[in-house]
């Protein structure tokens, strides 16, 4: 009962807090794969060092193994992390400024040249076709109790369209409980509801939100829920016609950094 009530407690907690990210979708060049992860490797000291100053709070890079039929899908995603908006805002700013520059040379001073640094680091991009970026804000979220994630670990990415203003409020009055007594039962590690704020011209206008989902093997969702029940059918017929769901993403995590 004790580790119940920590549990629900932890739940509470750690809904309060919003949370900032960006979500890059990289779509490469036909065989670029190799310099993508060889300058996303070169980048790694970089984000220990922007983090360590705070212009961001952690960075994981994805890559998509799930099939997709589309012509423009993207390989890898990209998740950069925030406590706020105005974190976020500046980190933006930074790139632009070309501050990024001279945190790559600080991060590498005393092992690469500076005019090597600067050469690398005009070179990020050459290896994408496109990049679509959505800033996104945590609506509501359950505890994390999916362990520390290591190179090879999967998680699930929904694109979403929001079909009625009704959406949100489904998710976390609805949804979400059933997803905590799932976690409580150790069915499911994490669930996470964000919305799209912004995002670049290229990114698609047809997604309003992202669901993060992280699976245990074998569990459901809805784990000791009497679905059959009359309630539970009308509640998620309403739940259903909230939104529009894209196919799930599965994605393995590359490397992270926080």
Known sequence: MKQIILLLTLLFT???????TILSAVQLN????????ALEAFMGPVHDLAIEKGIQNSQAVWKITSESEAENAPHYIIFTSFDSKEQLDGH?????????????????KGKISARRVERIMNDLGSESKERRN???KTVDRTIWVGGNLEPGDTFSLTP??????????????FWKPYVEKAIIN?????????????????????????????FVEGGSMT?????????FQKLLEGLQSASNHADPITLELVSRHN
Request: aromatic fraction near 20%; avoid cysteine.
């Open 14 to 20: 750690f809904n309060a807090s919003a949370q900032y």
């Open 30 to 37: 036909e065989g670029a794969e190799d310099q993508y992860l």
């Open 92 to 108: 933006d700013k930074s790139w632009a400024d070309g501050d990024w520059l001279a945190l790559a040379i600080e991060a590498y």
């Open 134 to 136: 959505y800033h996104i």
């Open 160 to 173: 979403t369209q929001a079909q009625n203003d009704d959406f949100e409020n489904y998710e976390s009055l």
């Open 186 to 214: 150790g069915k499911h590690r994490f669930w996470r509801l964000s919305k799209v704020y912004e995002r670049n011209e290229n990114a698609y206008e047809g997604i309003s939100h992202f669901f993060f989902n992280r």
């Open 223 to 231: 784990d000791g829920t009497p679905t059959d029940s009359f309630k």
